[in-house]
């Protein structure tokens, strides 16, 4: 697919241009993969696939356009990675993160993204380096689904609708991708709720255990390792511009098996905006409206910057903040 020359705005303008500017689209309809390829791929014999097939698919090497049609068609027929009250949950180690860039490495980093107009205190906010004591724990295999909300919504329909659903409708051939456009209070609820159903301690994860998980604690940039692939990731580079079924891009796994760490949503943690020990308050647009919510990894709205491990964004009631979560589990056995 021809890419198209990108233009972004100036790093102060990014929350008040629209989300198609600050995503480095043109105005005018601008195709992305998953469009170019319609019909998408050959879809001959795959919807008598059976569930399991079809979620070996998603997670093989093949085309995106054929994983993402085997993810629309699971979502359609149910797909068995999927199961509301018994999530997917992979164990992480305990062990010594040292979470945070140091103050000489900024300007490597802003080096290493100079064609996408970073501003310096974005980086800023990872400095100083500290270390962290991580005890073992579980998270979450992908992202809460949209399937997984609905479960929620089910018993407890006064809790917070997503935006992104229109008219509060789940769309059904999304069920499996994630959920995003829903508050952190609302994500709090889910996982109380969970924890109420399954008998289990479900809850989110902290900030230093989401970079743990993602990065294993040996300073990769990214979960799979320190290059970035546009096919390792649902971010502004891939061009899909939409959420994709969780799971789709297999090479993104990061050091403990974990997927869509890095794009597809944004992950709330349970973790509120402060500077790290020695560090300085970063006073920026997130920080106008008062304290707000850490999240990590990016998604499909932004650019590869945000996919870092070690990157911190926050949450903001804004069409271009693309926010999920994902679950942790304290270890009980």
């Known amino acids: 697919m021809p890419r198209h020359p990108i233009r972004l705005p100036e790093p102060h303008a990014i929350n008040s241009v629209s989300p198609r500017t600050a995503m480095g689209l043109p105005p005018a309809y601008v195709s992305g993969q998953l469009n170019d390829n319609l019909p998408l791929a050959d879809s001959r014999g795959l919807l008598g696939e059976p569930g399991d097939a079809l979620s070996h698919l998603i997670h093989e090497g093949y085309p995106p356009p054929l994983r993402y049609l085997a993810g629309t068609v699971l979502a359609l027929a149910g797909d068995p990675r999927i199961q509301p009250l018994n999530p997917k949950m992979l164990p992480v180690p305990g062990g010594l993160l040292r979470m945070g860039t140091e103050a000489s490495e900024v300007d490597r980093v802003l080096a290493r993204f100079n064609d996408l107009n970073l501003a ?38 006064e809790a917070a609708l997503p935006t992104s ?50 990065s294993g604690g040996d300073n990769r940039e990214y979960p799979w ?16 511009w939409m959420t994709t079924p969780v799971g789709m891009f ?16 944004e992950e709330l943690v349970d973790t509120y905006y402060g500077p790290y020990p020695g560090g300085r308050w970063i006073d920026d647009d ?4 008062g304290p707000y919510p850490i999240t990590r990894g990016g998604s499909f709205t932004r650019f590869r ?5 070690k990157r911190r964004h926050g949450y903001l009631d804004h069409p271009l903040y693309a926010i999920g979560f994902r679950i942790a589990e304290d270890m009980t056995d």
């Open 165 to 214: 659903w229109a008219f509060g409708q789940m769309p059904p051939e999304r069920a499996n991708h994630p959920v995003y456009s829903v508050p952190l209070h609302a994500a709090q609820q889910y996982v109380s709720w969970l924890s109420q159903k399954t008998g289990r301690p479900f809850r989110l994860p902290t900030e230093a255990e989401w970079e743990w998980a993602a």
């Open 120 to 157: 310096r205190p974005w980086i800023e906010k990872e400095v100083p380096t500290w270390t962290v004591s991580i005890p073992p724990f579980r998270l979450g295999r992908y992202p809460v689904t949209n399937l997984e909300y609905v479960a929620f919504l089910q018993d407890c329909p």
């Open 286 to 289: 997130l920080a106008a409206s």
């Open 225 to 240: 390792g320190s290059t970035w692939t546009d096919d390792c990731a649902n971010t502004v580079e891939s061009h899909c």
């Open 305 to 309: 910057d945000l996919g870092r491990c």
């Open 250 to 265: 297999p090479k993104g796994a990061g050091p403990f098996g974990h997927l869509d760490l890095a794009g597809n949503v």
